[in-house]
């Protein structure tokens, strides 16, 4: 019961830096980017119990905006709500994360594919990586998964499409759900900030259909990574 007492102060105080993104104009949507950023962040984890008094009171918002923003994020396959028990961060399936993979494979290769000269549209994916390199030097691997998520969030946005940008936001965060099966994070996520080093290489020397190759091979290998952990998850059930 201490743990839990202790989990639940750490996740208002965490929220509480939030509340000043609210602003005066607070909306169930803007809540629900917030709790949506700190899912892909691996703040909250598979299967927690996502509290309303506490989360409410962390953001400064009414109980009705709060559930407004968990029906949103569990139309957006993040939550789901059990009847009598309450609003859960969703666990993803294997038929899941297949079809995560499936979706990242076709935006983000075809945003790659159909760029022009990106030389000077690399700003975010620059930032990615030194967040990224900068979390590894810490041996932060949470800090380092998130980097990665941001790596490909702005590979996405070099398409220069708010619906494709609004798309994937949803789909990364589930994704970060699925990290949570590997139980050495450093050893899944660490090889994979080097191929984001190569692919950033590519595209700033212009060479966009290596990069689209590069990152083709990258999410079937990352894919076929967190099939197997699951896989082995669902067999020791």
């Given at each position: ?78 939550l789901v709500h059990e009847l009598n028990r309450g609003v859960f961060v969703r666990v993803v399936t294997l038929e899941d994360l297949l079809d995560i993979y499936r979706v990242r494979k076709l935006v983000e290769c075809a945003a790659v594919r159909g ?123």
């Open positions: 019961m201490a743990d839990e007492d202790e989990r639940r102060l750490v996740e208002a105080a965490g929220l509480e830096e939030d509340r000043a993104l609210l602003g005066r104009t607070s909306t169930a949507e803007r809540v629900a980017a917030i709790l949506r950023d700190r899912i892909a962040e691996g703040y909250f984890t598979p299967g927690t119990r996502l509290s309303e008094e506490n989360i409410g009171g962390a953001l400064g918002v009414s109980r009705n905006t709060l559930r407004e923003a968990f029906r949103l994020l569990t139309h957006e396959r993040l760029l022009g000269d990106p030389s000077t549209r690399l700003d975010a994916l620059e930032a990615a990586l030194a967040a990224g390199e900068k979390a590894a030097r810490d041996q932060s691997w949470q800090d380092l998964s998130t980097a990665n998520i941001r790596f490909h969030q702005a590979v996405v946005s070099l398409a220069e499409s708010p619906r494709l940008d609004e798309l994937m936001r949803g789909v990364l965060a589930e994704l970060r759900l699925v990290f949570h099966v590997m139980a050495d994070p450093r050893r899944f996520h660490e090889p994979y900030l080097a191929r984001n080093r190569q692919i950033l290489a590519a595209l700033r020397a212009g060479d966009t259909a290596q990069a689209e190759r590069m990152l083709a091979v990258y999410l079937d290998d990352s894919r076929a990574q967190l099939s197997e952990a699951y896989s082995r998850r669902v067999a020791e059930m």
